[in-house]
């Protein structure tokens, strides 16, 4: 391992053959990194790393002319005759002097404005020319950390692999990526093939650079990779933006550069600032330089965001084609400050491929055979970029000491301390792990499952679980034993569950699971049960109504090909009623009393909603995402889902082996439900379910379809899934039913428009939604509200102004939630 180590290290830091390399510094001899380096009239080139460093491959000895390109200073071009390999070749690049006076300013417009409406006119004329295309891209990742907190929530972190100094501070991420990727403009598909990619400290080297997730195509009128930023030369820029023509210079081709100062017109609204050069008639980016912050892509934890981008001159199809890139992020989150540079860079382009039907399919990423095993002599003569000495170090220092870190003394030594019984165990739960073999025991704690009732009182519970993880490829196994006891009804009821799964594919999963349960009279759970607490012990108000199951249940489920996916469950219950125990609160009970148990009618407290029964359920459904777009990794699939087309579920249930046969039913619900990106216009969504009973039946109350419903002034909710004023058990039936919910949130392209109030930068959201039953008359809610309200760049809140209407009742107030995305 020592003879390993030493060649790994030695192949990192030796010379290439068949490349120029060197180093690229300014007037003053300071080092500048992310230069393009690449030959005259191709767009086939290299960057600088951070210490200015540079490796430029050629083809072999001959006459060339290298461009060393970088916003900010002048162009240089060096004819060179290399007479043997390797070549050294320095660079000194002098500042560029912008002048406003190469261009005439006695139009009455704004010459910035002319220059960015020209641009936007021909955007498509410049993107058709690369409208299909094939290239190599690598990127690399580097995240460093300062001052990182010794724990976080009274958990040790680590020392991130070995990548800490002893002020805790050093590089804690470094990847490298090297893929071949393939481009189509109309329609637009992308494919993606991992030749190579290494993770520094880790065996499997699967990085997260994935060429499409940092394809920011400013062409595009919004950036998704940036949650949907305006671009500068989007079709609405200027209701984003105002310009300044801060100069002009002329590149090594005699070219006029324009650069543009961008001005957001509202703060922290979905812009970029900074400077985005044109290329002057060619109206054409030349190359950017941006950057934007965590209150602009709604992401608080994040300081600042930047962005780089260079592009070249390609005399083959009279373009300006993307040769660098790079993405700065400075991030805050829980004491944490990681800071670091993802760099990309693009070459080899060939904009004439052979495509085929079967060059694009739903599988967008792929790896080479050994794509993650690549040893250091194919990193060499790969990597275009060539590394810096910290990184060459962390390298070399991560990849000495995994092989330790795997070993069964150093597991064992690292679980001995995490093994370490705590006095708050017992109340927050405790797990003991073997790290070598992959096993945990552990114990929940009762203190973060407590809650409050009006059947049990005040209830807790406590369980135990072993997990087994058998191999890398997603195949484990789980069981569990949970206790739950209500201290006002004094009943234990407990629950064990069995789960295993064989892979990471198609995700094969098989639960088995029986006991004692409280589950709500609407099985699809509308009420939290912290929500339920709260309005009890606060307000006395019980919304949440349950009954007892005592069951036994099997299940399965899987992808069978992809976008189609099965489950199916048999159980066997018996469902008993249940009835109030405590009219316990911390509320004055001469305000107002609890209501009952029973859904039905809140103010019988002595008969229930059902008589107790024993019943059988099986539970057949499919859900197809049509198109669905998937990563295929070396030991996992990732699936992307299609948000050009809707997603469709079926399920059909069957309840049977009740003895009053009147219990028993058959029900078949559909939905389909879709996210649309409108881009600068904003999102739209939607979801419509639909569902019919076979026969209708004098069923059980937990077996009619029912609506969720809220009461709550600030629900913790989906929101394409319930009803803002609608009473939680007010529509149910046995017979026929459907339900709407659409809803468009503008973000800034409607408020964003109107004066002073577009300062405040906040979304206008609206909604509508439907209820119909076979036996009532229609419910329906209209709604208008602000998202993206609160102080600073924390702004979680949305506030809705609702109207409902069933039959001749109409009803309206104000409902507040939580929108994180």
Known sequence: ??????????????????????????????PLSFVSIYLDKTVNGTTSNDNGAYVLDIASKGKYTIVFQFLGYKTLKKKVAITQLPFTLDAVLEEESVQLSEISISTDENPANVIIRNTIAAKS??????????????????TRIKDAPEKFFGQSTGDFGGGLDSTRSGIIYLSETFSNISFQKKP???????????????????????????????????????????????????????????????????????????????NNDRVFEGSIYIVENDWAIYGCDLVTSGVQVNLPFVNSLGLKQGYAYSENIDAWVLISQSIDFDISIFGFKPKGKFSYVYSDYDFNP????????????????????????????LRPVSLTQEEVRDYKIKD?????????????????????????????????????????????????????????????????????QINEQGKWWNA????????????????????????????????????????????????????????????RQNYMKIYEKTFARISYSEEVKNGLYFSGSLEYAKRTPLFNTTDYSFAKSETNGYTSNNPLDPTDFVNAAFT????ATLNLGTTIVFGQKYLSYPDRKVNQGNNKYPTISVNYIKRFGAENKALNSDLFIASVRQNINAGNFGKFAYNLRAASFVKQKDIAFMDNLQANGNQLLFPIDRELNSFNLLDYYQYYTNDKYAEMHVEHNFKGSVLGKIPLLNKLNFHLVAGGKALFMADKKPYTEYSVGLDNLGFGKYRFLRVAYVNAQYGDVKESGLVFRISLF
Not at 2 to 17: E, G, N, R, V, W
Not at 361 to 379: G, I, P
């Open 612 to 615: 107790e029964h024993k019943i």
């Open 480 to 539: 569990s034993a949970n206790l739950n006891y209500g201290f006002s009804d004094k009943k234990l009821r407990p629950t064990f569950s069995f789960t295993k799964k064989w892979n990471n594919l198609s995700r094969p999963r098989m639960t088995i699971s029986g006991g004692i349960v409280t589950p709500q009279f609407n099985g699809r759970n509308p009420i939290f049960r912290l929500n339920n607490t709260i309005a009890s012990l606060f307000y």
């Open 354 to 381: 052979n495509f085929t039907e079967d060059t694009f399919t739903n599988e967008v990423l792929s790896f080479e055979e050994n794509a993650t095993k690549k040893d250091s002599v194919f990193w060499n003569e």
């Open 188 to 266: 637009k598909k992308f494919k993606e093939k991992i030749v190579a990619s290494k993770v520094s400290g880790e065996d499997n080297g699967v990085s997260f650079n994935r060429a499409e997730d940092s394809n920011i195509n400013l062409y595009e009128n919004s950036i998704e990779v940036f949650n949907d930023l305006v671009s500068p030369i989007s079709n609405n820029a200027f209701s984003y933006y105002k310009y300044k023509l801060e100069g002009t210079f002329y590149d090594s081709n005699g070219r006029l550069i324009n650069k543009i100062k961008l001005i957001p017109r509202r």
């Open 125 to 142: 004329k410049n993107t058709d020319k690369y409208a299909n295309y094939t290239a190599k891209f690598y990127s690399r990742g580097l």
């Open 1 to 30: 391992m020592k003879k390993f180590t030493f060649l790994l290290f030695l192949c990192i830091t030796s010379i290439q053959f068949a490349q120029v390399k060197g180093v690229v510094t300014d007037t003053k001899g300071e």
């Open 400 to 468: 000495s000491i995994k092989v330790i870190r795997k070993s069964k003394k150093y597991l064992d030594s690292i679980d001995a301390k995490g093994n370490k019984f705590n006095w708050s165990d017992p109340l927050l739960g405790y797990s003991y792990r073997n790290s070598y073999k992959n096993r945990t025991f552990s114990f929940n704690g009762p203190l973060l499952r407590t809650g409050f009732n009006t059947v049990q009182g005040m209830y807790t519970s406590a369980g135990v679980s072993y997990f087994e």
